[in-house]
């Protein structure tokens, strides 16, 4: 029974979104063009496009488990101040987006996003940054491209590690989701920066050193002593080798 129950109601741990209505109104520090991408099976996705006047590339942004564009859209700031434009968009259920979410098809959304910026930009051109849940699609997308570059942030192993981690008693076979961030991070060929917080009580650090061993030379992974799951933005360290990198 336990076992089913970790089958039928995985969709509830792996992802929490938040509605919107259709005529929500996004506010915003900078400016931005609201775009609805349909995907081949009917379904809407909710995209962000933040543009700056001397752009030096884009950021495509692969967000956490939770909440929408309201509060995924305040990367932005971040990242607009580094001169970069910015595309973040939200997954099947979340915010405006439709349609119903499983693996195979946030990895084909993943993809039809990265689609959309290769429409206005070279992929020389292209970070793909993912945080949390979005680490694996980033990397599956970055695997099966060609970007500048991969940022991810509290990255995961795979969440097979993360079963074991939180549910050690049950058989991976029950599992739906598996996102093999370290089987898509081997055959990324741009530069890789990962950043984990040591005190991380969602992703644990262990889960995400265990992709150090995949990276290239020139590759960075930048250990946040005490940073947690959702504050590695406070810290000078994250800051400092964010900007270094997309400098």
Known sequence: MLCLLAYWGQEWVVVHPVKLSPGHAFQFRFPFAERMLRTPDG??????????????????????????????????NDIVAKGYDFVVWD?????????????????QDAQLVY??????????QITVFGRSLGTGPASYVAAKNHP???????????????????????????????????????????????????????????????????????????????GKHHNLGEYFAYQQQLKQILQ
């Open 148 to 226: 500048q570059r991969l940022i991810l942030e509290t990255p995961y192993y795979n969440f097979e590690d993360l079963a074991t981690h939180y549910a050690p008693f049950l058989p991976h076979i029950v599992l739906r989701y598996h996102f093999n961030t370290n089987l898509w991070l081997a055959r990324v060929r741009c530069p890789v920066h990962i950043f984990h917080g040591t005190a991380d009580g969602v992703v644990p650090y262990y889960s995400g050193q265990k992709l150090e061993k995949l990276l290239k030379p020139g590759d960075t992974f930048t250990t946040i002593p005490g």
């Open 91 to 107: 997954y099947r259920g979340f915010g405006k987006s439709t349609g119903k979410v499983s693996e195979a098809v946030l990895l």
């Open 43 to 76: 379904a809407e996705l909710n995209v962000l496009w933040f543009k700056t006047p001397h752009s030096r590339g884009v950021v495509v942004y692969y967000h956490g488990n939770a909440d929408n564009l309201i509060r995924w859209g305040q990367i932005s």
């Open 115 to 124: 689609d959309f910026a290769k429409e206005h930009y070279p992929e020389t």
